[in-house]
Nanobody
């Protein structure tokens, strides 16, 4: 599995960014997908997940109402629209694939390099 995350950068608090994750596999639409993040010195944190068809989503309480996960199966691409960014959103974000039909964070595995998001106050 090859997943390439992109779209990170530096932004001021209150700003927006859109992350993308390109998958190399044609079986992309067979996987649940998710976004995770990890800040320096902290554990990996679940951010959002989406079902195979895109109809169902799940968010952590810390991003609910500000972030939106979506996917385009025709393009093998996952997205994360991040609005109203806060300094505490600063982290490396990675996209993760889940071949099981679960929402359990431990069933998601990040592949490839993540993308750095830095939010200044």
């Amino acid at each position: 599995v090859q997943l390439q995350a992109s779209g990170g950068g530096m932004v001021q608090a209150g700003g927006s960014l859109r992350l993308s994750c390109a998958a190399s596999e044609r079986t992309f639409n067979n996987w649940r997908m998710g976004w995770f993040r990890q800040a320096p010195g902290k554990e990996r944190e679940f951010v959002a997940a989406i079902s195979r068809g895109g109809a169902a989503t799940s968010y952590s309480d810390s991003v609910k109402g500000r972030f939106a996960i979506s996917r385009d199966n025709a393009k093998n691409t996952l997205y994360l629209q991040m609005n109203s960014l806060k300094p505490e959103d600063t982290a490396v974000y990675c996209c993760a694939a889940n071949t099981k039909l679960t929402w359990a964070p431990e069933d998601y595995h990040c592949w490839g390099q993540g993308t750095q998001v830095t939010v200044s106050s």
